[in-house]
């Protein structure tokens, strides 16, 4: 009996081992759950088999021949990183922009709302009763001055009036 358990243990073994080639080779996932699903056997079998994890974990780390075509240098992802970051370094002056003028757009909208806040007609009128007044202030200095015109010329008259009804 103990010797069908090895023969078995070892003809697992032979499947593993052939699984993790095989999916190297392929260009496959390389993980337990996928050698442990193409050798037919069970995730526990590798936690009593430290050396076929040890093998797992080191071809899932090596770089497969089908993925060696499409190698990613060191400069290239650094150059992705630094790309990915201006990005967030942009998108996040937009959403401080966006945020500052839905702050703004809301805050006039809550200031009007309230009453505190001079409504659109109300200053148009306010601007309307200052010209007025300036107006005003106009007219009454064209109307002082007309009046001191005309007791200018009253008085003339009077004093031709007195000149001309004096005896000789």
Known sequence: MSEGRSAESSRR???????ITEAVRSGEDVS???IARAARVD??????????LERI??????PSPASEAA????????ADLANALERN????????QL???????????VWRDSGLGASVDIDQLQRQITALQQQVVDLQSQLDERTEDLQAARAANREL???????G
């Open 99 to 109: 945020e500052r003028r839905l702050s703004e757009s809301l805050g006039e909208q």
């Open 13 to 19: 073994r032979d499947r593993v081992l052939k699984a």
């Open 161 to 167: 009036t007195r000149a001309l009804n004096r005896p």
């Open 43 to 52: 995730r526990s079998f590798f936690y009593r088999h430290r050396d076929l």
């Open 71 to 78: 190698a990613v240098t060191r400069a290239s992802l650094q």
């Open 57 to 62: 974990h080191a071809a899932a780390a090596a």
């Open 89 to 96: 370094s942009r998108l996040t002056l937009r959403v401080r």
């Open 32 to 34: 337990v759950s996928a």
